[in-house]
């Protein structure tokens, strides 16, 4: 089983989606499991800029208010969920949409203040239920989850869609975890691309912060899911067959 997180310009870049979403559906086809998680971040800051709301971060995290998450909501849950769908289905693949709270698949719990910013319905990720998505693979059907989270008393969560990722891998027992994304994979001080990593170089190069940005919290989520059985972490524009 191989759960494959898209996210970055893939989402935005037709031709370049086409050829992620073929190689997905050769592997699906030549027998093997596969399970999709996906953000989109972009499509949801146009969104925003559609309606006049302001896009606001703090951290590196999407400060959320009510408004915001709707549109969070709207855009993974539906229309970046629906292309998804629509265009495996194209490809002959039976396909469906999973919202992370569809069933509990995806669970978090408000996060905390950070610098003393409250950031809204922002949640972190606490865990994952596989029983919706084992139900679908049974019976033939590719999941395709949006990164959204159940919170507490059924309320709805922004989360990152990294750490969606790593938690719904682990829970489904994942030989392998792959995060499609726009750079290369990741580099050193140099800006030299590091061809492989075990987990301790990981952390040193997140603890001498010479890992910024993005690709920060996706080798967080990374470290997490080999924490807790992952076997392989593949981060990178393509490797959808590794």
Do not use: C
Not at 71 to 79: D, E, H, I, M, R
Not at 195 to 215: C, F, K, Q, R, W
Request: hydrophobic share 50%; no cysteine; charged share 20%.
């Amino acid at each position: 089983m191989k759960l494959i997180k898209l996210g970055g310009s893939l989402l935005d870049d037709a031709a370049r989606r086409a050829e992620v979403l073929d190689a997905i559906v050769a592997s699906w086809n030549a027998g093997e499991e596969l399970v999709l998680v996906h953000g989109g971040g972009k499509h949801i800051d146009a969104a925003l800029s559609k309606l006049g709301i302001a896009k606001k971060t703090h951290a590196g995290l999407r400060v959320t208010d009510a408004a915001t998450l709707d549109v969070v909501v709207a855009t993974l849950a539906g229309s970046v969920n629906t292309m998804l769908v629509a265009e495996l289905t194209a490809r002959g693949v039976r396909a469906a949409g999973v919202s992370g709270t569809d069933a509990g698949t995806i669970v978090a719990e408000p996060h905390p203040a950070i610098d003393g910013v409250e950031l809204g319905h922002v949640g972190r990720v606490t865990g994952a239920n596989r029983t919706l998505i084992r139900a679908m693979l049974t019976y033939g059907i590719l999941p395709v989850v949006s990164s959204v989270a159940q919170g507490p008393d059924g309320t709805v969560l922004n989360v990152n869609a990294d750490s969606a990722a790593s938690a719904l891998a682990v829970a489904l027992g994942a030989e392998s975890l792959v995060f499609l994304t726009d750079v290369d994979g990741v580099l050193d001080a140099q800006r030299a691309l590091l061809p492989s990593l075990h987990a301790a170089e990981v952390e040193a190069l997140i603890e001498n912060e010479i890992i910024t940005g993005g690709m920060r919290p996706k080798l967080q989520a990374a470290l997490q899911a080999l924490g807790s059985g992952v076997g392989r972490i593949t981060i990178g524009r393509t490797d959808v067959a590794a």
